[in-house]
């Protein structure tokens, strides 16, 4: 029988003290994620951390609730604000997104095409439903953290998105943040 | 189709914006809980809240994340600190908790008799596993109050803790707090 798992999130990194699975996604892990190539190219040479996930390890099947830290760090490639790969679920599982640090928005997308995005500051407690892919993105000047729970069954799938990619685009223009399409058909909605 | 939910949890009073389910828990509403019935009666002309919840409601299905946040306000039943009903679930089911203020414990206990618990401060994490009752305490001086996620599908079982209780006992002996064994047959370990 399993037993409790007690951990801690310093809210100010968003990293998770011991025994957390750590994954890390530099620059060089996201071709294809963002849309300026050649920006991401001529930032190898100083390997960026983009973002990194903190992960509490639990069985999966069905009852037990995978959940952790996603930490995006602040910067853009050219005009495009660092994210994250974004998925969907390969089975139908939500997922929800607390907001602890930072400043971002989520994008939200279902197969079909509809698509919702909302801004997150601390506090914003998103539910994103079972089938909708979801990225986040940081539009702020330091750490974006939320934390996530999801059933622990449900998978991932990369995929979809890296080949078909998300309708918007989070750009800095002028030096403010804008959403613009991806200019693809869909059809979209503002949730604030 | 469902679409996402996007709500806000005022970090300093608990409180979810709009649109959640609001359960309020009075005294009065939890005879059998507290040890201490005389004490319980005694201040029952003032029905005083001892705490709330507010969830987002998802459908109960399979995949689907029920979530919200649980405010235990300060107080005590004589020398018991307050606490929440506690529950089982009906099926086997996780659940997340993390403490977003306050100070206070989460005690957790199998069918079978092994209790755990563990203090919660702002940034504790407790993966409550399935088949585990668990029950949050306030032992501190503001509001206790935690973000939860659990499985929507598994349904909550309050009657077998209602009938037989936990095996700790939170308590004010002299101005501190401590924690006693209720004098029922169980193994325990103290997670920290």
Redesign the interface.
């Known amino acids: ?11 100010e990194t968003g990293k ?1 003290g011991s025994n957390a699975k750590i994954t890390k996604r530099y620059l060089s892990d996201l071709e294809g994620v963002f849309r300026d190539i050649d920006a991401l190219r001529s930032m190898f040479n100083r390997d960026i951390l983009v973002y990194e996930v903190h992960e ?1 390890v ?1 069985p999966e099947r ?4 995978t ?1 952790g830290t996603s930490i995006i760090y602040p910067g853009k490639v050219g005009d495009e604000y660092f994210m994250t790969k974004g998925h969907f679920h390969v ?6 997104y ?1 907001c602890l640090k930072g400043e971002g928005y989520i994008l ?1 997308e ?1 197969k079909g095409g509809r698509s ?1 995005y ?1 801004k997150m500051i ?11 892919a979801h990225r986040t993105i940081n539009m702020g000047t330091k750490e974006f953290t939320c ?1 996530y ?3 622990s069954e ?1 998978g991932h799938d990369y995929e979809s998105i890296e080949k078909k990619g998300f309708s918007k685009l989070f750009l800095e223009r002028d030096g403010k943040p804008v959403i613009e399409n991806a200019h693809r058909d869909h059809q979209d ?1 503002f ?2």
């Open positions: 029988m399993m037993k409790p798992i007690c951990r801690f999130i310093d809210f998770i509490i639990v069905a009852g037990e609730i959940h089975r139908a599982g939500g997922e929800v607390l939200m279902e919702s909302s601390p506090g914003s407690l998103v539910y994103v439903p079972p089938l909708w934390f729970a999801f059933p449900v909605s949730l604030g």
